[in-house]
């Protein structure tokens, strides 16, 4: 298990902060549906980089980088899978250069939307894509690796496995989790915030966590979920701005920054242990948790 500067900080700190969502400012800033927000990395390098300082002025401990699709095998389905390597450098390029000494870089890597036990994709083949990846994002200057919205334990032990055995970075790992008609919360494929925890530590993350699919409300018994199973673990949460609703054709979350920052407090005290923020978030949502949080540096 590494640990380095996330580690360092929580020693000094007892409450951490994260960025919140990329894609809700690009698609203000021009980004079409379906359009593959990793290419602007080198298509629209500054509209990128603004977005990385909009974070990092709002004094946050570390933000994300603008990869979260940029595996080769996500990547493969539009004929960009040679460009896996160069996208990720430059995701993590353009947030060093935004966050300077300010704050942390942690390389955004999300699923390959493939499914092992389909047979839609080889374990070496996941592997291969996750190792170029997060290779990629360490030579960019990240500091850690987050891999997140995860839902299958075997794909997220591949992905810290490439991470650990490629790289020198501190590794983060969060799952999606939702609601059970029993009332306890499982990813899509039926793991435990519990379950996931066990394999994720074993597999050599040393933060782990809870990312989309719900509001800061119900990031709580989430959380609490997993302080059962570990008092001490780092636990990083990254709640979606509410539910999302369909309005004149379009997504909308719809909680306010208040509405977000309401709960601050609750998840506090269930044991969190960095904030951020996940799809429909803002700056102003960061804002607006920070100030809530009670803090004090």
Same mark, same amino acid.
């Given at each position: 298990?590494?640990?380095?500067?996330?580690?360092?900080?929580?020693?000094?700190?007892?409450?951490?902060?994260?960025?919140?969502?990329?894609?809700?400012?690009?698609?203000?800033?021009?980004?079409?549906?379906?359009?593959?927000?990793?290419?602007?990395?080198?298509?629209?390098?500054?509209?990128?980089?603004? *977005?990385?300082?909009?974070?990092?002025?709002?004094?946050?401990?570390?933000?994300? =980088?603008?990869?979260?699709?940029?595996?080769?095998?996500?990547?493969?389905?539009?004929?960009?899978?040679?460009?896996?390597?160069?996208?990720?450098?430059?995701?993590?390029?353009?947030?060093?250069?935004?966050?300077?000494?300010?704050?942390?870089?942690?390389?955004?890597?999300?699923?390959?939307?493939?499914?092992?036990?389909?047979?839609?994709?080889?374990?070496?083949?996941?592997?291969?894509?996750?190792?170029?990846?997060?290779?990629?994002?360490?030579?960019?200057?990240?500091?850690?690796?987050?891999?997140?919205?995860?839902?299958?334990?075997?794909?997220?032990?591949?992905?810290?496995?490439?991470?650990?055995?490629?790289?020198?970075?501190?590794?983060?790992?969060?799952?999606?989790?939702?609601?059970?008609?029993?009332?306890?919360?499982?990813?899509?494929?039926? *793991?435990?915030?519990?379950?996931?925890?066990?394999?994720?530590?074993?597999?050599?993350?040393?933060?782990?966590?809870?990312?989309?699919?719900?509001?800061?409300?119900?990031?709580?018994?989430?959380?609490?979920?997993?302080?059962?199973?570990?008092?001490?673990?780092?636990?990083?949460?990254?709640?979606?701005?509410?539910?999302?609703?369909?309005?004149?054709?379009? =997504?909308?979350?719809?909680?306010?920054?208040?509405?977000?920052?309401?709960?601050?407090?609750?998840?506090?005290?269930?044991?969190?242990?960095?904030?951020?923020?996940?799809?429909?978030?803002?700056?102003?949502?960061?804002?607006?948790?920070?100030?809530?949080?009670?803090?004090?540096?």
């Amino acid at each position: 298990m590494r640990t380095t500067g996330i580690q360092e900080l929580l020693k000094s700190r007892s409450l951490l902060f994260c960025d919140g969502a990329w894609g809700t400012i690009f698609q203000s800033a021009g980004l079409k549906p379906g359009e593959i927000a990793e290419l602007w990395n080198r298509d629209h390098r500054k509209k990128v980089l603004e *977005v990385a300082h909009s974070y990092v002025d709002l004094g946050v401990d570390m933000i994300e =980088t603008n990869s979260f699709r940029g595996n080769g095998i996500a990547l493969a389905g539009i004929g960009l899978e040679i460009d896996a390597a160069e996208l990720n450098r430059l995701a993590a390029e353009i947030s060093r250069e935004a966050a300077g000494d300010k704050c942390l870089v942690l390389g955004s890597v999300g699923p390959t939307g493939k499914i092992l036990m389909m047979g839609d994709v080889s374990e070496n083949e996941m592997y291969d894509a996750f190792a170029v990846q997060v290779q990629a994002i360490e030579q960019g200057g990240a500091d850690a690796i987050c891999f997140e919205t995860m839902s299958a334990l075997d794909e997220a032990e591949l992905a810290v496995k490439a991470a650990v055995e490629n790289t020198n970075l501190e590794i983060i790992c969060t799952f999606t989790f939702t609601k059970t008609v029993g009332g306890d919360y499982k990813t899509v494929m039926g *793991v435990t915030p519990a379950q996931m925890a066990e394999k994720m530590l074993s597999a050599g993350a040393s933060i782990i966590g809870t990312n989309c699919g719900n509001g800061m409300e119900t990031m709580i018994p989430i959380v609490k979920a997993f302080r059962d199973f570990d008092s001490n673990i780092p636990l990083l949460v990254q709640p979606n701005a509410g539910i999302p609703k369909i309005e004149n054709g379009k =997504t909308v979350f719809p909680e306010t920054p208040d509405e977000m920052a309401s709960h601050v407090p609750g998840l506090i005290d269930a044991g969190v242990s960095i904030i951020g923020g996940c799809c429909g978030t803002t700056p102003d949502h960061i804002t607006a948790i920070m100030n809530n949080s009670g803090r004090r540096e």
